[in-house]
């Protein structure tokens, strides 16, 4: 709430007949020349001045904003709102549940612990692809994800109606970014504050990284980790410095041919090599206004995949036509046009703004493309697919997944033929093949027979997973519409995805299966094998479910590297399936020609899918889609009522939500007895001031990695055996293998998470050798491996601290709370990396944990390291006087007493920072601040 208003800038604005209270950005000297994303900013500091956190000092400072300095000016922002899908929305709403608890023993009132902002929660992350190809598909694994989530969707009901201001989208309605483009986000916000309606820019932070979508509907927003959207939740301002922003310049049109999908590859492949991390990219000129609203989400949504914190388009006709299209009513659209042209915020590409760094791309340019085997930068042209496949191959051969098999995901209850639809198709062949072969290694096919009748050989290469997923792509419907008139085609031709293909379309809204359905499109799909299997992240996720168990057991027992290619945006190691080595993004037209071809050993230019009914060859180009006709059939079939009926009940929930037996209270009735959601012990023996913060003394290393470890390496969300510490604490429990479920799904339980933490099934600590997964060196043990857990618990026994050694980009990836979370629950101090990624890093704060950078050039290979040592870090104390050291002495003392000594960079980059690592977190600072203020 401002209190000050040191510009004069509070002001009115008639929107036919109804006045809001604005904040003209046109009373700052400097406003105008500022980039689309820096005015945002600039509104909200102007609206939050209060002369002690925000001044005139930082709104100056911000206005004459100079785009080649080096960020150094912390400003705090504060989002409008704040969105969460239910992985990371669970564990955020069991904090606040006990933040209530605590602020109770503090002597304050439960009730004052509320959402300040709007918080908006989507349940998309959960439901698993068990059942597949066949048209009960999305109601089996809604039955199912029911049954497994059951204890979490009561929680978050009971969150409903004891938080205000708190909303819940039920499961089945659609994936958390697609809702929000399509209708939670308002562009531009109106809210009563001390009875004046006020009008201003949306913004928000969410619980995942893949908010930037909707930057793509000049929204301004960014990922972050679940402790700093509870704080946002409770009016705490993000502290960041004043960001970089570049420049990005789009010109011509996409080619035939070429997709949106390939696009986003295109940027992402050109983005990484730029380096934008930390950094606001911007699109902006004449091409900017030819760039489709939905082509623009899918830009938007791949920021994390460069590095990005956002990746924003400007207000323009383009945004207003969709506001239309997807239903916002006509006081709102006028409202969003009205006042981003008075405050300087609509695109004018005559205009141009000053830019830190400029980047180009004529999209006449862009050619079919693919990113994988692992990173979503890692862009590969379609005519040179097979190729490099054949190349990556050789890194993949003979690297034996660790007992993969029946216990790598729940059993599904859904029978055989039902997830076959190949199985009762007349005029099969008796036996296909999905050969491949590695440079140099003759293929060695296997016999695989289906107890449906199937049989097929499998090699190297063979395509065991084909999903439509991911709000990165269903949210465009250039690209669905034109996968569906390929599978038509297809069809025409006599085509179907090879018998051995794990198909799927998990879209993420209604909308979709709406507009699909009008068009006549979804019998087409699904005659090649493509069926609706719920709506929700699926496959991207790592909920892509089981493959068939014969095709599991031939892939792990023959150590086959088969792939997956999936339209989404995340293929990293262990994420897709644990029998899936290599994992390959793709447009949704392109996912569904590979599930044609079975295998990544294909190219399409010159081998044949198949043969028509008269015996000719049909390749891929006979049956790729017009976009002439794409787009009309757009036209004929997309249309607003569509949106307005699937969102006018948006909230309600089917049956199944509307049945659940809710908990009610002002604070939660923890079940001891559940494994689901428990009290975490954050503020356990809390009090009103913070221990002083100490140095780290004789720490041991309980992880050495490499470089980009990424946050599904820390905090995996897939599913895990019976064998891993988490397993045996769930079994331990009376929870039977078959209803494990997922990490993601038991992120309300602290004691699944600390057991889960590093125990991706990829990851190699360099402390053991040749071993992947969550092992370490336990040195309470005499060095004998040990799992990560069992050896933190053995170090926290004996009061020994812990340290992590990492290479660059630590902790890229998902903004994953539990990565952060579940580091300071085994007894971590410090991270030492080469280079964090910017969310994980902020998170490792907002928990207490040191994040430490070697010198520049160093690491822990170059400094002789190997993890053995000792390590002492000394200076950490000036925190205590209210100072940031810029470096802290590090101390490694190895086995033989030889020392290794260097200053290492504190990457603590504000004092707000400063103040939530003094505090020991994020949530204690906002907790002690709070019983203190009222």
């Known amino acids: 709430m401002s209190t000050v208003d040191s510009f004069g800038s509070k002001g009115a604005l008639d929107v036919n007949g109804t006045e809001y209270e604005i904040f003209r950005l046109s009373k700052v000297e400097g406003a105008e020349k500022l980039p689309f994303s820096l005015k945002v900013l600039l509104e909200n500091l102007l609206r939050t001045e209060d002369g002690a956190n925000i001044t005139d000092e930082h709104i100056k400072a911000l206005a004459n904003w100079d785009p080649t300095a080096e960020p150094d000016t912390e400003i705090q922002f504060t989002p409008a709102r704040v969105i969460m899908q239910d992985f990371t929305g669970v564990p955020c709403v069991v904090d606040l549940a006990t933040m209530r608890e605590a602020v109770k023993s503090l002597g304050g009132d439960p009730t004052k612990i509320n959402p300040l902002a709007p918080a908006e929660l989507v349940i998309d992350h959960s439901v698993q692809i068990d059942s597949f190809g066949n048209k009960d598909a999305i109601e089996r694994n809604m039955d199912i ?417 088969v792939t997956s290619v999936l339209s989404g945006n995340r293929n990293f190691e262990g994420r897709i399936n644990p029998d899936v080595k290599m994992n390959y993004l793709a447009s949704p037209p392109l996912v569904i020609a590979y599930s044609l071809a079975g295998s990544m050993d294909f190219d399409f230019e010159n081998d044949a899918l198949g043969e028509d009914a008269d015996g000719n060859p049909v390749y891929l180009k006979d049956i790729w889609p017009d976009p002439t006709e794409v787009q009309q059939i757009i036209d004929d079939s997309v249309s607003t009522d569509q949106y307005s009926n699937e969102y006018g009940t948006i909230f309600d929930g089917d049956e199944r939500w509307k049945n659940l037996d809710t908990p009610t209270g002002d604070t939660f009735e923890w079940d001891e007895a559940s494994t689901y959601v428990r009290k975490p012990p954050y503020f356990e023996g809390m009090t009103m001031d913070p221990d002083p913060v100490e140095d780290v003394e004789n720490a041991r290393v309980l992880l050495k990695l490499g470089d980009s470890v990424t946050t599904d390496h820390i905090s995996p969300a897939g599913s895990f055996k019976s064998d891993t510490p988490a397993g045996k604490y769930l079994i331990d429990n009376g929870v039977e293998r078959k209803d494990f479920n997922s990490y993601g799904s038991r992120r309300g339980n602290h004691e699944v998470m600390i057991r889960g933490t590093f125990a991706n099934i990829r990851i190699k600590n360099e402390l053991l050798d040749g071993v992947e997964g969550g092992f370490t060196r336990d040195f309470t043990q005499g060095g004998e491996q040990n799992t990560v857990y069992d050896a933190a618990q053995n170090y926290a026994a004996e009061g020994t601290p812990l340290v992590v050694l990492g290479g660059k980009e630590y902790g890229t990836g998902s903004s994953r709370d539990w990565a952060a979370k579940g580091t300071r629950l085994l007894g971590v101090k410090a991270v030492i990396a080469e280079s964090f990624e910017r969310i994980h890093r902020s998170n490792l704060i907002g928990m207490g944990v040191l994040p430490l950078q070697f010198p520049e050039g160093e690491s822990h290979a170059s400094l002789g390291l190997d993890g053995t040592e000792s390590f002492t870090i000394t200076g950490v104390t000036e925190i205590n006087e209210g100072k940031t050291p810029k470096t802290v002495h590090v101390t490694a003392t190895a086995e033989d007493g030889t020392t290794t000594e260097f200053d290492a960079d504190v990457r603590i980059d504000t004092p707000g920072e400063r103040e939530y690592f003094r505090n020991g977190g994020i949530l204690q600072y906002v907790l002690r601040n709070l019983v203190r203020n009222n």
């Open 145 to 561: 994800e029911y049954e497994r989530n059951g204890e979490r969707y009561q929680f978050l009901r009971w969150g409903q109606t004891a938080f205000e201001d708190f909303k819940v989208v039920p499961p089945g309605m659609g994936i958390v970014h697609q809702v929000n483009i399509e209708y939670l986000a308002r562009t531009v916000m109106s809210r009563e504050v001390d009875g004046v309606l006020r009008a201003y820019p949306d913004t928000l932070v969410g619980t995942d990284s893949h908010t930037t979508m909707v930057n793509g509907l000049g929204v301004l927003g960014w990922g972050v980790g679940g402790i700093e959207a509870e704080a946002a939740m409770l009016g705490q301002p993000v502290s960041m410095l004043i960001p970089k922003v570049v420049g990005f310049k789009l010109t011509g049109k996409i080619p035939a041919g070429s997709t949106a999908t390939d696009v986003v590859l295109t940027i992402t492949q050109m983005l990484r090599e730029q380096g934008v991390v930390g950094k606001f990219v911007e699109f902006y000129g004449e091409g900017v206004t030819e760039v489709p609203l939905a082509n623009r989400a899918t830009i938007g949504n791949m920021s994390p995949e460069f590095g990005s914190t956002a990746a924003i388009f400007p207000i323009d006709d383009v945004t207003l036509d969709y506001l239309r299209l997807t239903g916002r009513s006509e006081d709102q659209v006028a409202l969003v046009e009205k006042y981003t042209k008075e405050q300087g915020l609509w695109h004018d590409p005559s205009n141009e703004a000053s830019y830190s760094e400029y980047l180009e791309l004529d999209l006449s340019t862009v050619v079919p493309s693919i990113a994988g085997p692992k990173r979503p930068q890692d862009r590969i042209e379609l005519t040179s697919a097979k190729d490099q496949f054949r190349s990556d191959l050789n890194n993949y051969v003979g690297q034996k997944e660790p007992e993969a098999g029946d216990e790598s995901f729940p059993a599904s209850d859904a029978p055989a033929a039902d997830a076959s639809p190949q199985a009762t198709e007349e005029q099969r062949p008796r036996r296909v093949s999905a050969a491949a072969s590695a440079k140099g290694r003759q293929s060695n096919p296997i016999d695989v027979d289906m107890p449906d009748g199937r049989e097929f050989e499998l090699d190297h290469g063979a395509v065991a997973i084909a999903s439509i997923t991911s709000c990165t792509n269903t949210s465009n419907p250039s690209v669905m519409m034109a996968a569906g008139v390929l599978a038509r085609n297809a069809a025409s031709k006599g085509l179907k995805a090879k018998p051995w293909v794990k198909t799927s379309i998990a879209p993420g809204s209604k909308v979709v299966t709406d507009y699909y359905e009008k068009a006549g499109l979804l019998p087409e799909l699904e005659k090649v094998g493509f069926y609706i299997v719920g709506y929700g992240c699926t496959t991207c996720i790592g909920n892509s479910g089981p493959l068939e168990d014969e095709v599991s057991k031939a892939v792990s027992d023959n150590d086959l590297s």
